[in-house]
């Protein structure tokens, strides 16, 4: 789906773990349950078979529209993209699937009780808590690298993530803050180029038009400036990077500018696509319901990636 080599696949990655755990214990359960639980109800049985098939059909579905090559209505859902709407979708009914008939399985081994429907959806919505509030706490813990960089260290390339555009085609504050840290390192000479990146919504110009007009008005050299409006989200983004700045351009020293509620996700995109990049923060201020929106929002996002790499 992201378009990774066998090659780039790393097994220690979080979500690879988390899932790959996860199938080899509802593999054990299940020849268990099946082979050494000879007295098992045929309810039970039946519980059990429905939701591992209900877990496989949405993966299914994921693996014939992407070998068919569908394509989805353009727009956008929650400002993501249809397409990703669905695949997450997908993926989290299947994962939730999968979780609810592991405490299925799991509760029937170690309980020797009658199989609780309840006793395992609470066990399944609490897991999924816990993974969300794990995600959350993550994303707004400390990075020494978000702070400041080195102050001897000269970066092959700034690249600016793309937020909202505003009446007028002018970039968000968010976004204006991003784009003027960014210009702010270029003119100290800390980067050498600057990377703008990203789509647009419907009737405006897209985040990267956005960011060069601003760069320019700022008064940087448009020679400087590397351009980039087909990608609509930031896995898409970072994917670019690795494709294009890093593996045809030959850019080793990247430093994504961004806010600190949104790095660590970046961060953990680029570890993803063995992109050796770091981060620092705009700087730009939140009241602490915009944070708490941002940071809830991130987080979530940071989960369905590693989880699902979307």
């Avoid at 790959?20 to 020849?31: N, Y």
């Avoid at 102050?151 to 092959?156: H, L, Q, R, T």
């Amino acid at each position: 789906m992201n378009g990774l080599s066998w090659k780039d696949f790393n097994i220690f990655y979080f979500g690879n773990i988390f899932n790959i755990v996860l199938s080899l214990l509802l593999i054990i359960g299940v020849v268990i349950i099946f082979y050494f639980r000879k007295e098992l109800k045929a309810v039970d049985r039946y519980v059990i078979l429905i939701s591992s098939v209900a877990s496989l059909i949405p993966l299914v579905l994921i693996l014939f529209f992407e070998q068919l090559k569908i394509t989805f209505p353009e727009g956008y859902i929650f400002n993501y993209p249809v397409q990703k709407v669905y695949l997450a979708f997908l993926f989290i009914l299947s994962e939730c699937f999968q979780i609810f008939t592991f405490f299925v399985i799991w509760l029937i081994i170690f309980s020797y009780k009658d199989f609780s429907f309840l006793n395992s959806l609470f066990h399944s919505a609490a897991s999924i808590i816990f993974l969300m509030m794990f995600s959350y706490f993550y994303t707004t813990g400390a990075i020494t690298n978000l702070k400041e960089i080195n102050e001897n260290g000269e970066y092959d390339v700034g690249v600016i993530l793309g937020a909202a555009v505003w009446s007028k085609n002018q970039p968000s504050p968010i976004f204006k803050q991003r784009i003027e840290k960014t210009f702010e390192l270029y003119k100290s000479g800390k980067i050498k180029k600057i990377h703008v990146t990203g789509g647009n919504a419907p009737g405006e110009i897209s985040e990267a038009e956005s960011a060069k007009k601003y760069l320019i008005d700022l008064g940087m050299n448009e020679k400087d400036i590397l351009f980039e409006s087909a990608t609509s989200t930031t896995s898409e983004q970072i994917r670019y990077i690795k494709n294009t700045l890093v593996e045809k351009q030959g850019m080793r020293k990247i430093l994504i500018i961004s806010d600190h509620f949104h790095l660590k996700r970046v961060l953990e995109m680029c570890k993803f696509f063995n992109v050796n990049a770091e981060g620092i923060q705009s700087g730009y201020k939140l009241n602490w319901k915009k944070l708490l929106y941002y940071r809830v929002r991130d987080s979530i996002g940071l989960l369905l990636f590693w989880l699902f790499a979307i």
